[in-house]
């Protein structure tokens, strides 16, 4: 007798897949299946059984001891379509269970003796009354004892638990505060670590000896048959949106788990990101640990180390404090912006700065298509010229190892940091006082807590605030204020923003809380953009610049026809020529969601990849 069943293949863009077996095969499987022209067997999991159908099958080759569960399966399902996906691609996020290890079942008790404060206590009780809660607390109001308390309650009760960070925020500080109060039952989970060690503790997860893992984004996927709390730390930041396909944004599937698969989820941010301000309910928490007092000062200089900036530095120094120097990781492309009064040019119908063009000598808004010539003077002064700028932390690194030749200056980006021992060193050292002055980007900005820093240094912030996007100034002011919270976490700290927008963020960062901006913000964004629209991009790819932009034109026209959705951008992508690809991309949006997804499934071309929720 023969069964027949419909299979997902692993990292492939093709559809589900039918073929027979002599033998009864469990839902969920992994299976190995051979493909024409393939030499390889391919992986693939059974996702249902169906009827004989009325072509020839091939038979399934390898069944595995391991499996997908239903609910791996059930998110995957919803990633695909929400994600614009193939179920075989969103089921490759996961890592699945293996019938060859056993479980153990050990009760734990876990005590880690926090006394919270009485506001700390109130957001904690917030936090276990509602299903999703949105904790709103300021730097340094003690996000990270809530946290350690919910997971204590959590693992206590014979559950598992994930707290998400930024990759950038895992740090040696959160690990060994984590491993203080559960010990070995804790894992630390991100792309830094090795491959043996990945492999450790999927298997210490699966046979019941790891509890908790604090991990980057694909944290989320790991086999954990007993997860009951998923924390997301540092909710706003971007680096939660998948650049690769299916490109997920983790805190929202992290929401449509906790709502799918009863799951308590914690959002945590001192600048929470609008859509979780406005969907999720919340708890301010601004009162701090600490009393610091902290002193904003502005250089409307355009030069990168100014004499004010330099001399700032110097006295840092000579007091035995330490300097961090931040440059948005967008520093290191060009922006426009007027060298007399800080202005860039602006779209007249979108409110967003408009990007540069050097092929086609023209400024163009990315969301609308409205192109214009380059100005020769600024349009809001007319009197300043618009300048195209770069600033970049190898550049600044130079400039201060000459200035400062007697002092220790090191650099922490990406390009400088690539593995988990270069990281712990860099921290390690510089927490030991054994560098003076760090130059970063935002991997600086988050997770860490010295308190020798007394200044921190912000370049090429109106980068942020001028970029053709509408998160532009939430990008801004959000990554200003986490900045601003590593200077002076005891005692007194100083912030210099290098800008020619002082009234802008003087305006919030002295003057008003961070929620009186989401609350203006939520208003400019009524009739335009998200959490009121979804917006979505499509990008055309292709060796071949006439095969491409034929196949970018002809959706075009076909997309401009459909009543359902709104096109409000189509224009050549920012970087036009990207890996030996031209590139084009078109912005859709829509009020309901339901027919911009038909729309969006309804596309096929080889050359498009899809970004649902697009941030930018």
């Known amino acids: 007798m023969s069964f027949f069943y419909e299979l997902a293949l692993l990292k492939s863009p093709l559809d589900n897949l039918t073929y027979c077996s002599d033998e009864k095969i469990d839902i969920g499987s992994l299976v190995e299946v051979s493909l024409q022209r393939r030499k390889v067997l391919s992986k693939a999991v059974v996702i249902k059984e169906v009827e004989k159908p009325a072509f020839k099958c091939t038979t399934i080759q390898t069944v595995t001891e391991q499996y997908y569960s239903k609910e791996m399966i059930k998110v995957a399902t919803f990633t695909s379509m929400y994600y614009v996906s193939s179920l075989g691609e969103a089921l490759s996020l996961y890592i699945p269970f293996d019938k060859t290890i056993d479980k153990k079942d050990e009760n734990d008790n876990f005590k880690s003796n926090i006394e919270l404060s009485k506001e700390q206590e109130e957001a904690y009780e917030f936090c276990l009354k509602n299903k999703q809660s949105l904790l709103f607390a300021n730097t340094g109001a003690g996000k990270t004892e809530i946290y350690i308390k919910a997971i204590e309650a959590h693992l206590n009760s014979g559950n598992q638990a994930i707290l998400l960070m930024p990759e950038i925020s895992l740090t040696p500080q959160m690990q060994k505060r984590l491993e203080k109060v559960f010990k070995e039952k804790v894992a630390i989970w991100h792309s830094k670590i090795t491959k043996k060690r990945k492999n450790e503790i999927i298997k210490n997860i699966l046979c019941g000896d790891i509890k908790l893992v604090a991990g980057a984004r694909s944290a989320l996927f790991l086999p954990l048959d007993k997860l009951s709390l998923i924390i997301v730390d540092e909710e706003h930041d971007e680096s939660y949106k998948s650049d690769s396909k299916p490109r997920y944004n983790t805190k929202d599937l992290a929401l449509y788990i906790s709502k799918t698969l009863d799951i308590q989820v914690i959002l945590g941010s001192a600048t929470p990101s609008l ?73 007249p119908f979108c409110s967003v700065s408009m990007s540069l063009h050097k092929n ?85 900005s988050k997770g860490h807590d010295y308190h020798n820093v007394k200044l921190a240094v912000v370049l090429g912030i109106d980068s942020i ?103 409000v951008g189509a224009n050549q992508s920012p970087i036009f020529k990207l890996a030996n690809k031209y590139r084009y991309e078109i912005i859709v949006r829509s009020r309901n969601v339901k027919p911009l997804l038909e729309v969006l499934h309804s596309i096929e071309s080889p050359m498009v990849s899809i970004d649902m929720d697009t941030i930018y």
């Open 465 to 567: 605030l001028k970029m053709n996007s509408y998160k532009a100034r939430e990008r801004a002011l959000s990554l200003l204020i986490q900045i601003s919270g590593r200077s002076g976490r005891k005692g007194e700290g100083e912030v210099v923003i290098q800008t020619q927008n002082r009234e802008f963020f003087d305006f919030y960062l002295n003057n008003r809380d961070y929620k009186e901006f989401l609350d203006e913000e939520l208003t400019f964004r009524e009739d335009l953009y998200p959490p009121y629209y979804k917006l979505a991009k499509i990008l055309f790819a292709h060796t071949n610049g006439l095969k491409v932009k034929d196949e970018f034109d002809k959706y075009t026209n076909i997309l401009k026809t459909n009543e359902n959705i709104e096109l």
């Open 360 to 444: 086609s000598l023209a400024l163009k808004c990315h969301y609308c298509g409205y192109t214009q010539q380059i100005p020769k003077s600024c349009p809001s002064c007319n009197t300043g010229v618009i300048h195209n700028l770069r600033v970049g932390t190898a550049q600044i690194e130079e400039e201060l190892n000459f200035i400062f030749e007697d002092k220790t200056v090191k650099r922490f980006d990406r390009d400088e940091v690539k593995t988990d021992k270069e990281l712990r060193k860099v921290l390690e050292d510089f927490n030991s006082n054994k560098i003076d002055i760090l130059v970063g980007t935002q991997m600086l």
């Open 275 to 347: 859509n979780s301000y406005h969907k999720v309910p919340f708890y301010r928490l601004s009162k701090t640990y600490f009393d610091t007092k902290k002193s904003i000062n502005y250089d409307d200089s355009t030069s990168n180390l100014s004499p004010k900036i330099v001399n700032k530095i110097k006295s840092t120094i000579e007091q035995n404090h330490q300097v961090i120097i931040f440059l948005p990781t967008r520093a290191n492309y060009k922006y426009q912006v007027c060298t007399t009064c800080g202005s860039s040019v602006e779209c």
